[in-house]
């Protein structure tokens, strides 16, 4: 199943990927806010392609480290690098100023739900705060 998001309110869809051909043209509505919407099946030239489903913890090991969010009814499973100084963590919403952004329907998450701040100690320890 591939993932796609609505671009006027930003909710998920699934479609199955395998029943189609690359460079063909897909129409979806928005079962959300009804918006209708058109891609088109291939490989981009802008980024790479998404993670799938299964995201590792390890490739972050080696860096500052990360939060894994938990796979429930409001969301896949996503793990989110830290960087070293302030992590801005929240919901992901056009408009919110975040840096680490978790992608979820839950609307009782905050937009802006905590910040950790990761710094080295005098010895070049990692301290999270």
Partial sequence: MKRIRCPKCENYLLFDETKYSEGQSLVFVCEHCGKQFS?????????APQKEERPDEE???DAFGSIT???NVFGFKQVLPLQEGDNVIGRRCVGTNINTPIETSDMSMDRRHCIINVKRNKQGK????
């Fill in 126 to 129: 990692l301290v999270y705060t």
């Fill in 59 to 61: 490739e972050f090991k």
């Fill in 39 to 47: 891609i088109r099946l291939g490989k981009t030239k802008m980024r």
């Fill in 69 to 71: 969010v938990i796979e």
